[in-house]
């Protein structure tokens, strides 16, 4: 089992950037798929950003992209999300998640499953 915790969530005014940070243990990653999601109440978390341990593909949604850059340090056993040009509706509960499928399996599938962490607030103010 994989135990994950977030850090780096806070208030920014739109345009403005963060880091999020998501430090791994318990288990190697590879062959894990890291992923960050984000929730707002009322709503069902969706999908923001993943990355193959194994060989650094990455995958975004669509409204992310440009703007939010997923990148990992191996040696720290840690994922980023840099989210830079950030608006409004970005503000959300962010979680990361390591996934024990394939990036491909992830990001086509519906289905969630592997770990998750606390999650860490985002909130930008126009």
């Known amino acids: 089992q994989v135990q994950l915790v977030e850090s780096g969530g806070g208030l920014v005014q739109a345009g403005g950037s963060l880091r999020l940070s998501c430090e791994a243990s318990?288990?190697?990653?590879?062959?894990?798929?890291m992923g960050w999601f984000r929730q707002v109440p009322g709503k069902a978390r969706e999908f923001v950003a993943a990355?193959?341990?194994?060989?650094?593909?990455?995958h975004y949604a669509e409204f992310v992209k440009g703007r939010f850059t997923i990148s990992k340090d191996n040696a720290k056993n840690t994922v980023y999300l840099q989210m830079n040009s950030l608006k409004p509706e970005d503000t959300a509960v962010y979680y990361c998640?390591?996934?024990?499928?394939?990036?491909?399996?992830?990001?086509?599938?519906?289905?969630?499953?592997?770990?998750w962490g606390q999650g860490t607030q985002v909130t930008v103010s126009s």
């Open positions: 998640n390591a996934d024990p499928r394939a990036l491909t399996t992830v990001t086509m599938s519906r289905i969630r499953v592997g770990s």
């Open positions: 318990g288990r190697t990653l590879s062959p894990y798929t």
């Open positions: 990355i193959s341990w194994t060989d650094d593909n990455t």
